[in-house]
């Protein structure tokens, strides 16, 4: 039986876990990085189809690109992030999928993708966007900060970062150590009535 992690891992997944408003200059190794990753890649998605892909962005060339696509509010954001991660929808996630599922159960798939037409869309949206989720989730898990964006030109990062693939961007994530004086007030949430109801 498995029990709930401690409340000040909770205070630092969740309730105390800010979108920042400023970086530090602490720097991001790249093993934080590929352990983020490692950390991420179990997250579950339907049929454990993996569609996201992501491209991180951290030279001052691949900053200066992807900030010029970006609306002009950020722009400074993203140069001035220590690391900043596309996150993408792979339209041809099919491809992979013999590495990631059993072998009997390959042609299940393929076919329902076949059959129903936008599924192969919406799967790679709805898991994708998952994915994304579960990336935030495990940089707040190994201390790190994350100001994720959609303000930016979705056709523009996709010819710039994605030419040739059947790569779509969906939304951009900065890491790093947040300067937590800069953060705005934080703002309220729904509750649960609010939110939902029981059936
Ligand atoms: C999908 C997504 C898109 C966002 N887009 C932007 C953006 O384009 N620019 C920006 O400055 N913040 C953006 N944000 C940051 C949110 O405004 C922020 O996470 C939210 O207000 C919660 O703040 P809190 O974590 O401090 O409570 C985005 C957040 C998410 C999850």
Redesign the pocket.
């Known amino acids: 039986m498995k029990i709930a992690l401690a409340p000040e891992a909770l205070d630092q997944l969740f309730r105390t876990?800010?979108?920042p408003n400023g970086w530090t200059d602490t720097p991001l190794e790249d093993e934080m990085i590929y352990q983020l990753y490692d950390l991420m890649k179990w997250g579950p998605t339907a049929s454990n189809t993996c569609p996201a892909r992501f491209v991180w962005v951290r030279s001052p060339e691949g900053k200066s690109l992807l900030a010029s696509v970006a609306?002009p509010?950020?722009r400074p954001?993203i140069l001035a992030a220590p690391l900043t991660v596309i996150i993408g929808n792979d339209l041809g996630f099919s491809e992979t999928l013999p590495k990631l599922v059993a072998p009997e159960r390959v042609p299940m798939v393929l076919g329902m993708l076949k059959a129903h037409e936008g599924m192969t869309e919406s799967m790679a949206m709805r898991n994708g966007s998952l994915q994304g989720a579960y990336l935030i989730l495990a940089a707040r898990a190994l201390g790190l900060d994350c100001?994720?964006?959609?303000?930016f030109d979705n056709a523009g990062v996709d010819r710039e970062f994605f030419a040739g693939t059947q790569i779509q961007s969906n939304?951009l994530c900065s890491f790093g150590y947040a300067d937590t004086q800069a953060?705005?007030p934080?703002?309220p949430r729904l509750t649960f009535a609010e939110a939902g109801r029981f059936a």
């Open positions: 876990a800010r979108t609306m509010p950020n954001k100001w994720p964006m959609s303000g939304f953060v705005h934080r703002s």
